[in-house]
């Protein structure tokens, strides 16, 4: 059972544009978000995340946005950089413990 | 600071065999968790150790066990092993256990391939 579905298996986006990457989950204990970014024979890289008492978190370029009466949550990355090529995953907590990802988007970023 | 480290980076095993993986926590963290990302997928949790203890465990059978060591590292054993196995097998850190949450640091991974 698939408790977070990113539902778009790749992105692709011009360079200085916006990227924005979507996640939706089912388990209404899911109480944490988190955004990981992964890239090629390198484990996951720690992005940016959000409190559900929270409805937007902001980083840099990053920011979190998270709908909780539509248990969604999206990522959006301005401007898009050719650098930031990789799999984002999405990801969720309930008990401090165990973290439930998705199965990844695939962005790419064109120059 | 170092960050997580894990070994060895590849290893091909046969079915029926058994797999020791080994992992080095990231300096002052004292929690180390253990996921199996399969190809095309997200990574799956197997367990969690806090303090030498299991401090929570996903949906994988027995065969799949762990330890962690004083000074924090950890290993992963899986005994029986079967093609299914086949995955890149990832550990993480965090500088607490229970009662508040971090983030985890992830390490680049070990790639098991079962034959």
């Known amino acids: 059972d698939q408790q977070v579905k990113q539902n778009s298996p790749s992105l692709s986006v011009q360079e200085g544009r916006i990227s924005i990457l979507n996640c939706d989950y089912t388990n209404s204990m899911f109480d944490y978000f988190l955004w990981y970014k992964k890239y090629p024979a390198e484990g996951p890289t720690f992005l940016i995340s959000i409190s559900s008492i929270k409805d937007k978190n902001e980083d840099g370029r990053f920011t979190v946005f998270l709908n909780k009466s539509a248990k969604h949550l999206s990522l959006h990355i301005v401007p898009s950089q050719p650098g930031d090529s990789a799999v984002y995953f999405c990801a969720a907590s309930a008990n401090r413990y165990k973290l439930v990802f998705g199965a990844g988007t695939i962005l790419r970023v064109k120059s | 600071e170092t960050g997580v480290t894990q070994s060895p980076t590849h290893l091909i095993k046969t079915r029926g065999q058994q797999v020791t993986l080994r992992c080095s926590s990231q300096?002052?963290?004292?929690?180390v968790s253990w996921y199996q990302q399969a190809l095309g997928q997200g990574p799956q949790f197997i367990f969690q150790y806090y303090r030498e203890e299991e401090n929570g465990r996903g949906n994988f059978p027995p065969r799949f066990s762990g330890l962690q060591f004083p000074n924090y590292s950890s290993e992963l054993n899986v005994n029986a092993l079967e093609l299914d196995d086949s995955a890149l097998y990832l550990c993480a850190s965090s500088p607490a256990g229970t009662g508040g949450y971090n983030e985890q640091f992830f390490g680049p991974g070990t790639r098991l391939t079962v034959l």
């Open positions: 300096s002052g963290h004292n929690t």
